[in-house]
């Protein structure tokens, strides 16, 4: 054997693919049977770092050959390691029968070998590591979006999907356990977690880490109620003060029993993570399957939330005006202004939209949006000689947050060179006394600036009666619950009663909402409430139809 040829068709043979481990059993095949080796094994031992933050520990057999006989026995001639990039070991073992009896220029070509072969698995390890990191979250190792639906893409591929439940999953409590712990030990906290999940996936499954507290993972459905036991309670463990402290950790989980309507891979993140948002609303369900119904509803409020912004580029946006009337002339006194959503040639109404704006605190952008345009239309009513009533905006209580609110508010009514009075500030009680806390601070803010304010739908939040004590506003907007009944009782008059004879003796102004019937203006006149808003006297109008309303301020009932 030319050992100069031989050992350069070795190198071809490694060199010429980027996976050294599939073709080495090849290159070892050129020199192994004439120098009696039976077995090259490869370990790898490679600690935890930020580039493994798992760590590897592998042994492969990447050379097998025949032994002469059953008889026979084998040892390791030869070893030869070699340091990694993350200070880790691989060693490969060379194996021959015990009677074997290499020259020592055999020994050193077989180590040349070896070392060249060791050289390539280095070339080929970083190779697969930058390749992978595309795939994997850093600090776990897990599988990020793109190595989860990688591997889902090919069960989809290979017709093996619909034998999986999807999970998307959020750990709860995290934030409590970075204080308890500091950051650092709370990264080491997850990638324990993370190997305690691996730890429970066999090797057609898969979880991934998708950064922060939120894993996926295809987990085949006969394991459903195993992978929810897991999920609900997994103690792993924290170092605090020098020693070990064990760390329960929860998780509430969406879950997608995939079938045969999935259309693509995104689909299985997609849909899991619908029924995670709706579980994770519910304080009491550690996890839900997704559902039909909840697919439509959240799709249609990530419509409405991916198209919002455009929304109110394009002036999609239409305010409309419903007239508060006083009873007693049946006189056009004021408006509350209401938003709709001409979008695509389809409306969407407040019940649909304001909601999901609210969740997610893009309501003030509406808000200031609605305000600003009542604002440039009374100033174009008063250029052409009209006179306008009052009007009611309303400001969601996720707005409040904003320190800036009140004085917004504020520039945009000089911004038309308005009086105060044109303009009345709306919020609806609040249902809890944090709350209250904003809604007090921005309505005391309000009446500095001598802007009037209103507390909508009064009678259903926190503490009512404290509000006609303890908030500076002009109005109240009495609920239209308290008139709902077809029949309006004694009680509902008495209670009615004297909450306006409270309101107006501490010079606040009364107006009942939703008023629709005839025996419902009678009743709120009995009790003392003249000012009503509701269909019984017009439904919201178009600004055009409001103009129109302006020139006759008078209905004729």
């Keep these: 054997m030319d050992k100069t040829i031989t050992l350069d068709k070795f190198v071809q043979i490694l060199s010429g693919t980027e996976n050294t481990m599939e073709a080495c059993g090849d290159a070892f095949s050129l020199i192994a049977p004439a120098l009696q080796i039976s077995r090259i094994t490869l370990d790898m031992n490679i600690p935890e770092t930020r580039q493994t933050p798992t760590g590897e520990v592998r042994h492969l057999t990447v050379y097998s050959g025949e032994m002469l006989s059953d008889e026979e026995t084998e040892i390791v001639w030869l070893e030869e390691s070699q340091r990694t990039f993350e200070n880790g070991m691989i060693t490969a073992r060379v194996y021959a029968p015990i009677e074997t009896n290499w020259s020592p220029d055999e020994r050193q070509f077989i180590l040349s070998a070896i070392r060249i072969f060791l050289i390539h698995i280095g070339r080929f390890r970083l190779v697969e590591l930058v390749q992978k ?15 989860f639906l990688a591997f889902a893409t090919r069960k989809v591929i290979s017709g093996e999907i619909t034998k999986y439940n999807s ?21 080491n906290i997850v990638r324990r977690y993370a190997r305690a999940l691996l730890e429970f996936c066999e090797e057609d499954e898969v979880v991934g880490h998708l950064g922060g507290d939120n894993f996926v993972a295809l987990i085949r459905k006969e394991r459903t109620g195993d992978f929810l036991n897991l999920l609900q309670k997994t103690t792993v463990y924290g170092i605090r003060d020098g020693e070990q402290v064990p760390v329960t950790i929860s998780a509430v989980a969406g879950v997608y029993d995939i079938d045969d309507s999935l259309k693509n891979p995104g689909q299985i993140l997609g849909r899991s993570s619908i029924a995670l948002s709706v579980a994770r609303s519910l304080s009491n369900e550690p996890f839900l399957f997704v559902t039909k119904e909840m697919s439509t509803r959240v799709y249609r409020e990530k419509q409405i939330e991916d198209r919002f912004e455009d929304g109110l580029l394009n002036n999609e946006f239409k305010v409309y005006y419903q007239p508060k009337v006083d009873t007693r002339t049946h006189t056009l006194i004021g408006a509350e202004a209401l938003s709709r959503w001409l979008c695509k040639g389809e409306y969407v109404y407040p019940a649909e939209f304001v909601p999901v704006l609210e969740r997610n605190s893009f309501s003030i952008g509406l808000d200031i949006y ?28 996720s707005d409040l947050t904003d320190e800036r609110l009140a004085d917004q508010i504020l520039e945009i009514i000089n911004k038309y060179d308005l009086d105060l009075s044109y303009i009345q500030i709306e919020v609806t009680e609040t249902a809890t006394s944090k709350e209250k806390g904003l809604i007090t601070h921005f309505l005391t803010k309000l009446n500095g600036m001598n802007i009037a304010s209103s507390i909508d739908d009064f009678g259903t939040g926190y503490s009512s009666l404290g509000i006609l004590r303890d908030l500076p506003v002009s109005t109240i907007k009495i609920d239209k ?42 009743f709120l006149q009995r009790v003392g409430c003249d000012l009503v808003q509701g269909f019984f006297y017009d439904r919201p109008l178009t600004r055009e139809e409001f103009e129109d309303r302006l020139k006759n301020k008078t209905y004729n009932i």
Excluded: H
């Design 133 to 147: 990191s595309a795939l994997t979250q850093y600090l776990t190792g897990l599988p990020n979006s793109g190595g």
């Design 167 to 187: 999970y998307y999953f959020n750990l709860k409590g995290f934030g409590l356990i970075n204080r308890r712990f500091g950051a650092d030990e709370t990264d």
């Design 370 to 397: 609605v305000i600003e345009e009542v604002c440039r239309t009374i100033r174009k009513w008063l250029d052409e000689g009209l006179d306008p009533v009052p009007v009611s905006v309303n400001f969601s209580r």
């Design 481 to 522: 619950s308290f008139i709902d009944n077809e029949v309006l009782t004694r009680r509902d008059e008495i209670v009615l009663k004297n909450i306006i004879q409270m309101a107006k003796e501490l010079d606040i102004e009364v107006i009942t909402e939703g008023v629709e019937r005839p025996d419902q203006i009678e």
